[in-house]
């Protein structure tokens, strides 16, 4: 048994595992995903429960069949979750505003303070160039 093999399966079920979080779109399968009602049976409990069903469904653990409101809660949760990280990211947009002006206006400053230390150089210069012509 190669040791490496063993370690690409075991990714492969973590990705399994993990695809099935939320609303699928995939089955491990490779098959599409459909959004299945059950129909009312003879001992039915619950007809017209939806599933989220994969097309090559079979009870044989190896395809998804996951209920409808489980996907959707998950999902919900996920979505709430990165609109509640968004916000604290758009709360922070204002100090970062300000920062960018206190940053505009520093660059602004050192910039002035080169274009005088610039100019002090160039006169310095010039009064070198004068002493060694006398």
Known sequence: MDPGEDGRNTKRLG????????IPR???CGGRIRDEVRVKEEYDTLPGKRFFTCINYEADGCHYRQPWVIGVQEEIESLRRRVEK??????????LNKHIDT???EVNRLS???DNLTAEIYSLTVQVATL???
Not at 15 to 22: H, I, P, R, T
Not at 86 to 95: C, F, G, H, R, S
């Open 26 to 28: 995939r089955c491990p």
């Open 103 to 105: 940053v505009e206006a």
């Open 86 to 95: 968004a916000e604290q990211v758009i709360k922070l947009v204002p100090n």
């Open 132 to 134: 060694e012509k006398i």
């Open 112 to 114: 002035l303070a080169v």
């Open 15 to 22: 990705n399994v595992a993990d695809s099935e979080y939320g």
